[in-house]
């Protein structure tokens, strides 16, 4: 039985996605509060890891256990909505809502009342537009007039807008460019810090991987091993991100 700390757990997960070889996680374990940035998921291996941790998809074989609960016990569709309310997914696959505006988006988890806004709705919204590194003057800009680094950070809002337990991160440095990259890792580093989430963050970069969080794994994608750099080569790259 997992420890009651511990908020995600996979041992031994098998799950075939049709992809070239089937995803394979010989052992994981994620503490609350605690991050870890892992490399080696593609973005369907990414998008495969992120379903199997919320219990959206089951594994074929091996044990997925959040919070003390195997995802393969929740039978209910109203037990499982409240559990995966636990999670919150910063992906690409999060749509934004084209016409409406940043204010709207980010206040779309909360309530349906997007024309006009409660007052109540409208300050946690602000509160969170500034957590997350959205401006006021943005806020009531269209969301597709936004950049690509602003648009992440409307998702990285929605995402966190149901105080989750645990932040999901599938690949969110890919779409922006170098110069973006030592800001967003400190802000996910520091928002995982001030709420205690514990926190999931994808990559392919070595360098993003190792400014966003002091722990580092690689999968051996054949064995399913989840390997962690050596010391010194995590804190070379991290220095190197952060031009010291």
């Known amino acids: 039985m997992p420890s009651t700390d511990v908020a995600v757990s996979l041992r031994n997960v098998h799950k075939d996605y049709g992809g070239l070889r089937p995803l394979r ?40 256990d959040v919070f003390g609960s195997a995802t393969g016990a929740i039978t209910d569709p109203d037990a499982w909505l409240a559990a ?38 409208r300050a946690i919204v ?9 401006t006021n003057a943005q806020l009531s800009q269209v969301v597709t007039h936004l950049d690509a680094e602003s648009q992440l950070r409307v998702r ?24 973006h990259l030592p800001r967003l890792a400190s802000d996910l580093a520091r928002i995982a810090a001030s709420r205690s989430l514990a926190m999931v963050v994808m990559t392919a970069d070595p360098i993003f991987a190792n400014a966003v969080s002091n722990r580092v794994l690689t999968l ?25």
Not at 156 to 179: D, F, M
């Open 25 to 64: 996680v010989k052992h994981l374990e994620l503490r609350e509060g605690e991050s870890v940035a892992l490399m080696g998921f593609d973005q369907v291996g990414a998008e495969v890891l992120v379903n199997l941790i919320t219990g959206a998809t089951l594994p074929d074989s091996g044990d997925v």
């Open 126 to 134: 602000r509160r969170l537009a500034d957590e997350v590194g959205v």
């Open 156 to 179: 990285l809002g929605k995402a966190l807008a149901l105080a989750p337990r645990v932040l999901l991160a599938e690949h969110p440095n890919l779409t922006l460019s170098p110069e």
């Open 84 to 121: 995966a309310d636990q999670f919150g997914i910063l992906s690409d696959r999060i749509l934004l809502l084209e016409s409406f505006s940043v204010e709207q988006n980010l206040a779309l988890p909360i309530s349906l009342e997007l024309d006009h806004l409660p007052v109540p709705v």
């Open 220 to 244: 051996i994608p054949a064995t399913g091993a989840l390997t962690a750099a050596s010391g010194w080569r995590r804190w070379l790259t991290r220095a190197f991100f952060i031009g010291l």
